[in-house]
C-alpha cells in the first residue's frame, strides 16, 4: 500500500503567517492527491483536489502543489479559523486508498 | 442542500454485529461513489470501504475484509456498512463520504457526513 508522511506533525503558528505542509508518497501518485481540513468533534472538509484545484467555496488563501511523490498545502495568510488538523489522501492506488498521519495546526 | 447524516451508532459487545446508514439528500445520490472512512478515537483517518454508483463494484480495506460489507439503495438515497464479528479496534467514529466527481469512485470525498460513534466494549 502506498504510504503518506506528513511533515511536519504539529505546528505553531501565528494569525498572519504563510504555513507550508508537505505530504510525500512512498511511490509516485501522479496527481492523485486532496488535502482536507478538520476542526475537533467535526467532519474532515476538502480543500484541494487533484493536487492543486481548489474545492468551491475555500478561500484562496489556500493552495497545493505538486505530483508525483511531493506534494505541499500552502496558507498564504493565516487566519484564526484555519487553526484545525490537516490530512492528505491519495486515491492514485485504488481501491487502496490512504490518509497521511495528520498534521496539527496550532495557535503561538 | 447537499448533506449527508449516518446513524446506528452505539456501543456492541464483541463479535456481534452493526448497521449503520446514511441518509443522502440535495444531490443525485445514484450518480456518485460513496464511500465510508472510520476515526479512532484521538488518531486520523482511515479508509474502510467504497461502492460504485450502481452497486456493481465494492471494495473494502483489508482490516473489514470479510466482516464488513458496504450496499446501497438507490430508490432510497442510503448508504449502509453492515459490520459482522466486531473488534476492540473497531471503534471509532463512522463518516459516509461522496465522492468529488460524477460517476467515479477513484477521487477526493466533497460532502461528508457528521459521523456516528461506534463503541466496541464488553
Known amino acids: 500500500a502506498i504510504q503518506l508522511t506528513q511533515s511536519p506533525s504539529s505546528l505553531s503558528a501565528s494569525v498572519g503567517d504563510r504555513v507550508t505542509i508537505t505530504c510525500r508518497a512512498s511511490?509516485?501518485?501522479?496527481?492523485?492527491l486532496a488535502w482536507y481540513q478538520q476542526k475537533p468533534g467535526k467532519a474532515p472538509k476538502l480543500l484541494i483536489y487533484d493536487a492543486s484545484s481548489l474545492e468551491s467555496g475555500v478561500p484562496s488563501r489556500f493552495s497545493g502543489s505538486g505530483s508525483g511523490t511531493d506534494f505541499t498545502l500552502t496558507i498564504s495568510s493565516l487566519q484564526p479559523e484555519d487553526f484545525a488538523t490537516y490530512y492528505c489522501?491519495?486515491?492514485?492506488?485504488?481501491?487502496?486508498?490512504?490518509f497521511g498521519q495528520g498534521t496539527r495546526l496550532e495557535i503561538k | 442542500q447537499v448533506q449527508l447524516v449516518e446513524s446506528g451508532g452505539g456501543v456492541v459487545q464483541p463479535g456481534r454485529s452493526l448497521r449503520l446508514s446514511c441518509a443522502a439528500s440535495g444531490f443525485t445520490f445514484s450518480s456518485y461513489g460513496m464511500h465510508w472512512v472510520r476515526q479512532a478515537p484521538g488518531k486520523g483517518l482511515e479508509w474502510v470501504a467504497v461502492i460504485s454508483y450502481d452497486g456493481s463494484n465494492k471494495y473494502y480495506a483489508d482490516s473489514v475484509k470479510g466482516r464488513f460489507t458496504i450496499s446501497r439503495d438507490n430508490s432510497k438515497n442510503t448508504l449502509y456498512l453492515q459490520m459482522n464479528s466486531l473488534r476492540a479496534e473497531d471503534t471509532a467514529v463512522y463518516y459516509c463520504a461522496k465522492t468529488h466527481d460524477y460517476g467515479d469512485t477513484a477521487g477526493a470525498f466533497d460532502i461528508w457526513g457528521q459521523g456516528t460513534m461506534v463503541t466496541v466494549s464488553s
Open positions: 489522501q491519495q486515491f492514485n492506488s485504488y481501491p487502496a486508498i490512504t
Open positions: 511511490q509516485g501518485i501522479s496527481s492523485a
